[in-house]
């Protein structure tokens, strides 16, 4: 599915991050930097061992040895990925004690998406940020995800936002938010 928003295009796409031909992708990161499981585990073995020692330059001349705080994003370059550049974001834990969950991950898309137009770019592809191991509620998830995206849209030129979803499941969600946008 895809909607045209202020002359911007917005897509939903079953498929694996690692192929999307964007100028970013977007990592459901850890707060490490470090790679990990499913998205984030992904993005690093394809990106190849340069994106490691850049993530670990990120922690520590730029965060200075701590973590990556949640909702907030860093860039790094692609490497080996058909992305040139890869933005990282922490998504909050559903079953944790950490803040305005649904803030957080709004923060994640908001924050993402300001770092891509401020590098100028005009493409972007995101996961569905913390609906995998961190157990955020796909459809409050989607319903997030959705709204941000289309606020930065209507207010701004960009170019392509996709998001790539894992399976038929997430798909669904996400184009069940997109339907009662449009």
Known sequence: MEVFINGN?????????????TEAIVNAANGALLGGGGVDGAIHRKAGYELV???????????????LPIGEAVITKGYNLPAKYVIHTVGPVWNNNTGN??????NCYRNSLALAK???????AFPSIST???????ALAAKLA?????????LHEF??????LF???????YEEELKQIG
Do not use: W
């Open 159 to 164: 170019g392509e936002v996709k998001m790539v």
């Open 101 to 106: 969950k649904e803030q957080l991950l709004s």
């Open 118 to 124: 401020e590098r100028g770019m005009k493409s972007l």
């Open 9 to 21: 295009r917005l897509k939903l796409v079953i498929g694996d991050i690692t192929e999307q031909h």
């Open 132 to 138: 995998g191991v961190f157990r955020f509620p796909l």
């Open 53 to 67: 020692e850049e993530c670990k330059k990120i922690r520590r001349e730029v965060l200075n040895g701590a973590l």
């Open 167 to 173: 399976s038929q499941k997430d798909y669904d969600a």
């Open 146 to 154: 959705i709204r941000e995206i289309v606020e930065f849209l209507e």
